[in-house]
Structure formats: structure tokens, C-alpha cells
């Protein structure tokens, strides 16, 4: 089939390489010139393992190409998949459509025949219908245009294993034919029996929305839990564990720390906010504001017990931060959690030296007020408290005895908790988690009980394929 993917950003180039990847002929299309030459060259404009080689085979194959005129797109294909971003609105709880409605705008002016829209963006429930209404308004006499809605699930980091074998395909359509035309794009996941619901745009466009926010209200409540066993010196790791064997439960989105950011579930759910309550039914998704509050904490707390290590005060001392995306495995530092505690101490007076694997260059141009090392170890050097706020893989291969040796004082608070605490404690360091118990705190018999009764390291570690 031939597609055009319109918006080629995280989202975007994914679906663009992989649907060429699966044998389609696609145009990606993108207004950023820079990017649209780096993906047609190959190279992703951004990191994401595994991209790198299908966009290579994608465009080899001759089946990609890119392109930045929406009058190309339009002559190009009938079915334009729509991938731009919808941030949240300055100033406001509510999603920013302007990239969706110029996208709509400037395709229809082109379009002649019979097209399908589908659009993979996340947006607020009713806006299938409302981009249909814009597109009648627009497009010249003769031309039909149907919009259908087909919400997309990937993560970041895991985005073309999610793009190729994704745990289900959901599409809003309003006929027969544009569920057909779907049929057809997903072909080889539909033979792998991935199971696809087809629906109203109404449902596929709150399936995304309820999705993001399910996940988001994990996250917090066992974040919620992290602060009880922080009262009560109980350790939310091993709570987690003991209620991830119920698997009603289950133990995915309950590794409590930091907390959530990225590019999705934080504006997701204030975006779902605002469009419930412009439906009237606030109320029902009130709870979603305790989340944001409960995630929006976990930063404040990491940042207090940082302040706290480093003798009360901020000011004359040099903090390590390791870690500076929204998560590990990807570049992204959209509401990097990371990022907001670093700037934060820095505002109170701390010199912050920052590493991470892949997001220094982003970091830098959203902060240039940190400092940024190429090594853990230079972000170490002479720190009075180092802080590990994204779990990058390379973060547990290091030394804690080593790196003992190139700080100040051995000082750290794993705000993930990823770290092997007993082995950097082993090692002469001092420390903190969230909502794990910090052995000084605790009574003679309750440490004792800790020591003999917690799981080894390698039993509590995530594993690599982890969904999170
Ligand atoms: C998310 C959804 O998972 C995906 O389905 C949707 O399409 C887009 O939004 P993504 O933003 O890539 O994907 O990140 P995700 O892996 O969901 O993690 C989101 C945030 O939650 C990260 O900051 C992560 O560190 C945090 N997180 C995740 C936790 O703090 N605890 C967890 O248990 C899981």
C-alpha cells in the first residue's frame, strides 16, 4: 500500500520506517527540513535503539522517502497517517492541537479523490469528528475525505518492537471501507493474531487517554506507598514485589521513586482533565489531579532529602546528578523528573554536574545553566552528594568503590531505586531512597531483620525486557 506519515518525531519516524519495514511504499513528511535530510539519509534524528537499522533497510528498500511539501503527500497516497505532537497548551491543563489542525489544513488544500485521514496522535475525546467537519469546510467539491482515529502505544526506548509486534490495534473508524483500508496497513500483525479492536473514533481516541492515565495512577499510587513506608519505615520494593504476585495486580508500573515524565502520561492526563471537565464530568476523573500531585511530590522529596544529605543547605556545594532523560534507552528529556530536580538544587545555589549516556546535547539546550560531564565519574568528581535519577543500565556497572574514591563525601540517594543498596553501602557510602528504609534510621532488630530477610540484588533486578 502507499501511505504518507505526516510528522516524523519520535512517534512519527517510527511508524514511517516500520511500515516501510513491513512492506508498505511510504512518504514521510516533516516542516523541519534538518530532520527530514537526516532521515533520508538514514540517520534518525534522535536515539532510539533499533531505529537506526530499519531506516537503513527502510530507505535502501526504495519504499521510504521523504519529503517536506504536504502537495507531494497529498498526490503521493490516500491514507496519511497523522503523527505530530499535541503538547499541553501554555498556560493551560488542555492539549495544544495547532500542529494537528495546520497539518489538516494544509493536506486538504491539496486533495483531490477519495482520501482517509487517520490520525495516531494522542488527542482530546471528540476530535475525530470535529477535524472531519474542518476538512469538509476546506476540501474543493468532488473530494471525500473520511478521518479515523488510531492511537498509538509505543514506548520510547522499545518504540519499533512496539511499532512491529504491538500488544493490540485499536481504530476509531466510521465505515466499513476505512476499517478495511486498516485491515490492510496492519496485515502482517493481524497474521501474528494481534488482536485489533475496531470502534468509534469516540472510543479509540479514550482508549489512548485512559490508557496513559491508568498507568500514571500505578505509578503514583505505589509512589503514594513509597511516602507511607517512608513514615513508617517499611520498604515499598519488597511491598511492590509482595503485590505483584497478585496478578490482578501485577508487577508492572509499580517501581516506585521519581516518579513519571516524558513527552506522554504527564500532559496526557492534565489533558484529560481539561476535556472532562468541558464535558461536565470533571468529577469522574478528579483522582487524576491527586496523581499529578503525588508525582509532582516525589521531585520535591528527592530534592529535600538531597538538601538534607548535603548538611541542610544548597549553597557552596557540588551535587552529582547521574541521569538526565525522562527515562533510560532514550534521549528524551520532555518533563525529564531528572532534569526539574537538578535545576532545582541549582536554583537553591548547588553546583550541579550532570552525566548522561544519551541526553547531554538535549539537556544542554533545555539547561544551559547546569554543567554537563561526558563521564560519571567527571560528574562525580569532588561532589558532596551524587543522586542516580534515571536507571540507565550503565548506572549499576559502576564501581561504587572507585567512585568512592573521586567524590567528596560518599553520599548517595537513588531516587530509582535500581542501585544495589547493599553493595554501595558495602562500599562506605551513606544511602537514601525513596520509601526504602535507611538503616541508620531504623531500630537494632528491624536492621538485623533487613539484612537476612532482603532478596538479593539479582533477584530484584528488572529485567532488561521490562515494560518499563
Ligand atoms: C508512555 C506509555 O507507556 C505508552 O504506551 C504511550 O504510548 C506513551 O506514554 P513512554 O512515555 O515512552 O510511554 O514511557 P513509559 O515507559 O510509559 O514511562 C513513563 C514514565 O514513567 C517514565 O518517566 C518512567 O521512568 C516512569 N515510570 C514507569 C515509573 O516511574 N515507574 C514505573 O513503574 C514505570
Same mark, same amino acid.
Given at each position: ?38 532521515? *533520508?539519509?538514514?540517520?534518525? @534524528? ?9 531506516? !537503513?533497510?527502510? !530507505? ?24 505530530? /505532537? ?45 477535524? *472531519? ?6 476540501? %474543493? ?12 502505544? #509505543?514506548?520510547e526506548g522499545f518504540a519499533v518492537e512496539d511499532t512491529l509486534r504491538p500488544d493490540r490495534i485499536v481504530v476509531g ?8 483500508? #486498516? ?33 500514571? !495512577? ?44 516524558? /513527552?506522554c502520561l504527564p500532559k496526557d492526563i492534565r489533558a484529560f482533565s481539561a476535556r472532562a471537565r468541558e464535558l461536565g ?56 523528573? *531528572? ?52 536507571e540507565w543500565s550503565d548506572y549499576r556497572e559502576l564501581d561504587p568503590v572507585k567512585l568512592a574514591r573521586v567524590v567528596?563525601? %560518599? ?25 526504602? @528504609?535507611? @538503616? ?29
Amino acid at each position: 500500500m502507499r501511505m504518507t506519515v505526516i510528522g516524523t518525531g519520535y512517534l512519527g519516524a517510527v511508524h514511517a520506517a516500520c511500515m516501510a519495514d513491513i512492506g508498505h511504499e511510504v512518504l514521510g513528511v516533516d516542516i523541519d527540513g534538518e530532520k527530514i535530510r537526516a532521515l *533520508a539519509e538514514g540517520r534518525p @534524528p534522535f536515539f532510539e535503539p533499533g531505529l537506526d537499522e530499519v531506516l !537503513t533497510r527502510a !530507505t535502501a528498500s526504495g519504499r521510504l522517502r521523504f519529503s517536506t511539501s504536504l502537495s507531494e503527500a497529498a498526490a503521493f497516497a490516500d491514507v496519511h497517517f497523522v503523527c505530530v /505532537g499535541t503538547p499541553q497548551q501554555a498556560g493551560s491543563d488542555a492539549a495544544d492541537l495547532r500542529c494537528v489542525d495546520a497539518v489538516v489544513d494544509g493536506l486538504a488544500a491539496h486533495l483531490t479523490g477519495a482520501h482517509l485521514l487517520v490520525g495516531k496522535s494522542t488527542v482530546p475525546v471528540g476530535t475525530t469528528p470535529r477535524l *472531519a467537519a474542518r476538512l469538509r469546510g476546506i476540501v %474543493p467539491a468532488g473530494c471525500e475525505v473520511e478521518v479515523a482515529w488510531n492511537p498509538e502505544f #509505543l514506548r520510547e526506548g522499545f518504540a519499533v518492537e512496539d511499532t512491529l509486534r504491538p500488544d493490540r490495534i485499536v481504530v476509531g473508524v466510521t465505515s466499513p471501507r476505512a476499517d478495511r483500508v #486498516l485491515r490492510e496497513v496492519y496485515a502482517p500483525m493481524l497474521a501474528d493474531r494481534v488482536p485489533y479492536v475496531s470502534t468509534d473514533p469516540a472510543t479509540a481516541e479514550l482508549v489512548k487517554v485512559s490508557a496513559n492515565s491508568f498507568l500514571a !495512577t500505578k505509578i503514583s499510587f505505589i509512589n503514594a506507598m513509597a511516602e507511607v513506608c517512608d513514615a513508617a519505615g517499611a520498604d515499598v520494593v519488597t511491598l511492590a514485589d509482595a503485590l505483584g504476585h497478585d496478578t490482578r495486580i501485577g508487577r508492572r508500573f509499580l517501581h516506585a521513586g521519581l516518579g513519571f515524565g516524558g /513527552g506522554c502520561l504527564p500532559k496526557d492526563i492534565r489533558a484529560f482533565s481539561a476535556r472532562a471537565r468541558e464535558l461536565g464530568v470533571g468529577e469522574a476523573v478528579g483522582f487524576l489531579g491527586q496523581v499529578d500531585a503525588v508525582n509532582q511530590r516525589q521531585r520535591r522529596r528527592t530534592v529535600d532529602i538531597a538538601r538534607d544529605l548535603a548538611g541542610g543547605e544548597f549553597t557552596g556545594r557540588r551535587i552529582a546528578v547521574l541521569g538526565a532523560t525522562f527515562k533510560p534507552n532514550s534521549d528524551d528529556i520532555r518533563d525529564s523528573p *531528572a532534569l526539574a530536580v537538578a535545576a532545582a538544587i541549582h536554583r537553591e545555589g548547588a553546583e550541579v554536574r550532570v552525566h548522561d549516556p544519551e541526553g547531554l546535547h538535549n539537556a544542554r539546550l533545555a539547561h544551559p545553566e547546569l554543567r554537563y560531564e561526558n563521564e560519571p565519574s567527571g560528574a562525580c568528581a569532588g561532589a558532596d552528594v551524587v543522586l542516580h535519577l534515571t536507571e540507565w543500565s550503565d548506572y549499576r556497572e559502576l564501581d561504587p568503590v572507585k567512585l568512592a574514591r573521586v567524590v567528596r563525601t %560518599p553520599r548517595l540517594i537513588d531516587a530509582r531505586n535500581h542501585l544495589d543498596m547493599g553493595l554501595w553501602r558495602a562500599s562506605g557510602w551513606t544511602v537514601r531512597a525513596l520509601g526504602r @528504609p535507611s @538503616p541508620a534510621l531504623l531500630p537494632g532488630p528491624a536492621r538485623a531483620g533487613l539484612a537476612l530477610s532482603r532478596p538479593s540484588a539479582a533477584g530484584r533486578q528488572r529485567p532488561p525486557t521490562a515494560r518499563c
